[in-house]
C-alpha cells in the first residue's frame, strides 16, 4: 500500500495482464454460512482474507463444521441443519456485522446455549427487530445487556406455525438477509412467508442473498421488495465449489483501463458478466463508450475497441459508484458525456459531484453540473494540464483518477493521499502498476552518487520512502558479486574478471525489505562489513563486471520511479535521469559516521583504521578508468557534513519538487 502523501503517476503509456482483484466481503461471509449449513463439501474459492470472515470462520469451527484454509480456498464441511456442538458455546463476533446477524438467526432456529458477543461498538449496533422477528417463530432469545443490542443468549426454540414474519427493512437490509438464509431451516412443516415493513434499503444487497440462496438450492418467492416466501421443505444443497467474485465496483477502474490504454487487453480475474453484484452493469456502460468486452466463468477480458471513446448520455441510478469511472473514461471521448440520476454522489464519502467537476477541471476539462448530473467535456491532444487530484478521503476519486495518466500529452497526475484507497482496495496502486507500462524515458529516477559512508544509502532510501519509489542500493550489487566470487573460490584481481564478470550477468539476487538474499541464502549482514565493502571496491575496478550488471541496474526503473544510489548512477547508469545529487561529507565526518555505526553493531575498530579505509577506497573508486566515482556535470552538490537526515531529504524533495509541473 502506499501511505506516502502523495503519489505521482508518470504519463502511462499502454497496459496489458492479468489483475485478481480481492473478494467481495458480503459474498465471503454469506457463502461461509450457507456452505456450513449444507449437507456436504464445498469448496469455497477466493475468499476475502478480512477481519469479519476471519470471525465468521471462527465460529463455523466452534460450532464442529470442518474449515480447511488453503490460501484463498477453504473447504467447508457442512453441519446438514444438524449442530454438532451446542452446550454452552461463546462466540465472539468482533465487529462483523456480517457475521452476528446472520448467525444469530441460524442459531436461534437450530437452537442450543450459546452466548453471542462482540466488541463494545457491536453492542451498540441494533439488533432488536431481528430479535422481534425470530421470537415471533418461537425462538427463544434473551439480552444479557442493553435489550435491542448484543451480547444475546440463545436458547432452545419451541418453532410454531406463524403468520407471516414482520421485519423492518429501513434499518439494515442485513436483518432481511439473515432471515432469508435461516428460515430455511424452519420450513420443514410450512411455507414461512416475510414481510418488511417500512422501505427496504440496499436492495442490491438482497438481490445477492437470493442469488446466494438460489445457488444453494432455495428458491425464495419474492413480491415487489416487500414479501418473501420460502416453500416448505427446501433444503440447502451445496454447489460443490463456488467462487467468491471479487468486488464489481473495484473492476470498474481495470474495465476502463482495458477501455483506454493501447496493448494485448486486461484480464480481471475474480469477476464475470454473470456477477451477482448490481454495478458489474458498469461493463454495459464502457462498452458503450467502446470498450470490447469478453467474459466467462469468474472472469472479464477488455480490450480497446473505439478510439477515442464515445460520449454517452446515461441513467446511472443502478451503478452509483461505479458511474464515476465513467466521468474520466469521458475525458477520453469524441463528445460530451453526461452522467444522470446521480443525486446519490451529493452524500457518498464527499460530494462526489463536486469532486469530479473540480479534479476534472483541474486537467483542463470543461465540466457543467447540476443537482442530480454531471456533464465532462472530452481533452483533445496539446488540451491536458499535468493536475495534482485532491482525493477528499475518497477512495473512488483517487482510482479513478489515476486513470487520467493515459493523455495524450504524456502529463502525469498527482493522486493526493494514496492511502484513501485501503477502503476497499489497499493493493490498487500496486495492482495497476502491475499491467501497465510507460516509456522508460518517463519513469523518473533519481540519482543519488557518492563516496563511501556518506549517507547515500539513508538519504536514497528516505526520498524514496516519502515518494513511494523503488530503490536500487547499486553498491550491494557489488558487494554481493564480491561474496558471490570469493565463494566460488575466485580472486577478485583481473585474472579472474571474465568468471566474475558470468557470475555478476546471472546473479540470483532478490531484495526483499532490508534483506538481500543471493538465492536461498540470507547474505544481508555478510555484505555489510567493512572486509566485503573492500572486496566489492575491488571488483568494480573490473570492466567486464560493471558491464555485466548493468542491464540489472536498469531492470529497477519501474513504475512509480526509482531512486537509485552509488557511484555512477549519474554518470553512466541513468545519464538521463532528471535529477541527480552528489552527496559529500569530509573524510573525518564519513569516519566518524562509519564508526558510530560499528560500535553500535559491537565492532570494535579505531577512527584512524576507518579514516584509513575509506580515503585508500575513495581513492580506488575515483582514479579507476571505468565509471570512477565522480559528479555528473548536471547533479547537484550536496555536502550533508553538517547536515540532519531530515534536512538532506527535505533538500532532495525540494530539489525534486522544483522540477515538476504540479
Ligand atoms: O556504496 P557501497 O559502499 O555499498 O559500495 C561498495 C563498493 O562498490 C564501492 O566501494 C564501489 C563499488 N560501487 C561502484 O563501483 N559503483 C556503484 N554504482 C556502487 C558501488
Not at 134 to 158: A, E, T, W
Not at 434 to 439: F, G, K, L, N, Y
Not at 442 to 469: E, F, H, M, N
Not at 629 to 636: P, T
Request: include cysteine.
Amino acid at each position: 500500500m502506499f501511505s506516502t502523501a502523495f503519489l505521482d503517476v508518470p504519463a502511462l503509456q499502454g497496459a496489458s495482464g492479468t489483475v485478481t482483484l480481492p473478494g467481495s466481503k458480503s459474498i465471503s461471509n454469506r457463502v461461509l454460512l450457507l456452505s456450513a449449513l449444507c449437507q456436504g463439501t464445498t469448496v469455497v474459492h477466493d475468499l476475502l482474507d478480512s477481519d469479519d470472515t476471519r470471525v465468521m470462520l471462527a465460529a463455523l469451527r466452534q460450532l464442529g463444521c470442518g474449515v480447511d484454509v488453503q490460501g484463498t480456498t477453504v473447504t467447508i464441511t457442512g453441519l446438514g441443519g444438524q449442530l454438532k456442538h451446542h452446550d454452552a458455546i461463546e462466540f465472539f463476533m468482533g465487529n462483523a456485522g456480517t457475521a452476528m446477524r446472520p448467525l444469530t438467526a441460524a442459531l436461534a432456529v437450530l437452537g442450543g446455549d450459546f452466548t453471542l458477543k462482540g466488541v463494545p461498538r457491536m453492542h451498540e449496533r441494533p439488533i432488536g427487530d431481528l430479535v422481534d422477528a425470530l421470537r415471533l417463530l418461537g425462538c427463544s432469545i434473551d439480552y444479557l445487556g442493553n435489550d435491542g443490542f448484543p451480547p444475546l443468549h440463545i436458547g432452545k426454540p419451541s418453532l410454531k406455525v406463524v403468520a407471516p414474519i414482520q421485519v423492518r427493512g429501513d434499518v439494515s437490509s442485513q436483518f432481511l438477509t439473515a432471515l432469508l438464509m435461516a428460515l430455511p431451516l424452519a420450513a420443514k412443516t410450512q411455507d414461512i412467508v416475510i414481510e418488511v415493513v417500512g422501505e427496504l434499503i440496499s436492495k442490491p444487497y438482497i438481490d445477492i442473498t437470493l442469488n446466494l440462496l438460489a445457488r444453494y438450492g432455495i428458491a425464495v418467492q419474492r413480491d415487489g421488495w416487500q414479501r418473501f416466501t420460502i416453500s416448505q421443505g427446501c433444503s440447502y444443497q451445496s454447489p460443490g465449489t463456488i467462487h467468491v467474485e471479487a468486488d464489481a465496483s473495484s473492476a470498474s477502474y481495470f474495465i476502463a483501463l482495458g477501455a483506454i490504454a493501447e496493448g494485448d487487453g486486461i484480464r480481471i480475474q475474480g469477476v464475470g458478466a454473470d456477477s451477482i453484484q448490481g454495478d458489474i452493469r458498469f461493463m454495459d456502460a464502457a462498452a458503450q463508450m467502446g470498450a470490447k468486452i469478453t467474459s466467462g466463468p469468474n472472469w472479464l477480458e477488455i480490450h480497446r475497441g473505439a478510439w477515442p471513446l464515445k460520449g454517452i448520455t446515461l441513467d446511472c441510478n443502478h451503478i452509483p459508484d461505479a458511474a464515476m469511472t465513467l466521468a474520466v473514461m469521458a475525458l477520453y471521448a469524441d463528445s460530451p458525456t453526461t452522467l444522470r440520476n446521480i443525486a446519490s454522489w451529493r452524500v457518498k464519502e464527499t460530494d462526489r459531484i463536486v469532486a469530479m467537476a473540480t479534479e476534472c477541471r483541474k486537467l483542463g476539462a470543461t465540466v457543467e453540473e447540476g443537482p442530480d448530473w454531471i456533464t465532462v467535456h472530452p481533452l483533445q491532444s496539446k488540451q491536458w494540464k499535468a493536475a495534482s487530484i485532491h482525493t477528499y478521503d475518497d477512495h473512488r476519486v483517487a482510482m479513478c483518477f489515476s486513470l487520467a495518466a493515459f493523455n495524450a500529452d504524456q502529463a502525469p497526475v498527482r493522486i493526493e493521499d494514496p492511502k484513501c484507497v485501503a477502503k476497499t482496495f489497499p493493493d490498487y496502486f500496486e495492482a495497476l502498476f502491475s499491467v501497465a507500462h510507460s516509456h522508460t524515458k518517463d519513469i523518473p529516477v533519481i540519482c543519488i552518487d557518492g563516496p563511501t559512508a556518506s549517507g547515500k544509502g539513508t538519504l536514497a532510501s528516505r526520498v524514496a520512502q516519502a515518494l513511494g519509489y523503488h530503490y536500487l542500493d547499486s553498491g550491494a550489487l557489488y558487494r554481493v558479486t564480491a561474496y558471490a566470487a570469493l565463494k566460488a573460490g575466485l580472486s577478485l584481481e583481473a585474472n579472474d574478471e571474465a568468471r566474475i564478470s558470468a557470475l555478476a550477468r546471472t546473479l540470483p539476487v532478490r531484495f526483499e525489505g532490508d534483506t538481500v538474499w543471493l538465492g536461498q541464502e540470507d547474505v544481508s549482514d555478510a555484505i555489510r562489513t567493512e572486509q566485503a565493502g573492500m572486496s566489492a571496491s575491488k571488483v568494480s575496478v573490473l570492466p567486464a563486471v560493471r558491464t555485466s550488471l548493468v542491464a540489472l541496474q536498469h531492470s529497477f526503473q519501474r513504475l512509480p520511479g526509482l531512486l537509485a544510489d552509488g557511484r555512477d548512477m549519474g554518470t553512466v547508469i541513468f545519464p538521463d535521469a532528471p535529477l541527480k545529487v552528489f552527496l559529500t561529507a569530509s573524510a573525518a565526518q564519513r569516519a566518524e559516521r562509519r564508526h558510530k555505526q560499528l560500535i553500535s553493531k559491537g565492532i570494535s575498530t579505531t577512527l584512524d583504521s576507518l579514516r584509513a579505509d575509506l580515503e585508500a577506497r575513495d581513492a580506488r573508486d575515483s582514479s579507476r578508468s571505468v565509471a570512477p566515482l565522480k559528479a555528473a556535470q548536471d547533479a547537484y552538490q550536496l555536502d550533508n557534513s553538517s547536515l540532519s537526515i531530515e534536512a538532506s531529504v527535505d533538500q532532495v524533495l525540494t530539489w525534486w519538487q522544483a522540477k515538476q509541473p504540479f
